[in-house]
Nanobody, 117 residues
Framework: QVQLVESGGGLVQAGGPLRLSCAAS????????MGWFCQAPGKEREFVAS????????YYADAVKGRFAISRDDAKNTVYLQMNSLNTENTAVYYC??????????WGQGTQVTVSA
């Protein structure tokens, strides 16, 4: 049974940083692409960032390029999302994802990030 448990969300002032973590269990973490999505109130869930199984390739949504950084620690079965220069538009629930060969296999339960002006 795969589990993805996010942590690190909370309330932060605009311009500040926040780091999210996602601890994975249930299968061999190092074999899978990992990523983050977010869903703001009243909006659809959207892609934020992903990182390849090797950690060598990362992708970002245009809105977060240069401000967010995804990384992984295979020894800890954990993926991170470092978020800098946050603004109120980044307020959302952030979900950790684990990909299979062609699509997302698993989602975490989400962690709330609230950015105050």
């Amino acid at each position: 049974q795969v589990q993805l448990v996010e942590s690190g969300g909370g309330l932060v002032q605009a311009g500040g940083p926040l780091r999210l973590s996602c601890a994975a269990s249930g299968r061999t973490f190092s074999r899978y692409r990992m990523g983050w999505f977010c869903q703001a109130p009243g909006k659809e869930r959207e892609f934020v960032a992903s990182i390849s199984s090797s950690g060598g390739t990362s992708y970002y949504a245009d809105a977060v390029k240069g401000r967010f950084a995804i990384s992984r620690d295979d020894a800890k079965n954990t993926v991170y999302l470092q978020m800098n220069s946050l603004n109120t538009e980044n307020t959302a629930v952030y979900y950790c994802t684990e990909w299979g060969p062609t699509a997302i296999d698993y989602w975490g339960q989400g962690t709330q990030v609230t950015v105050s002006a």
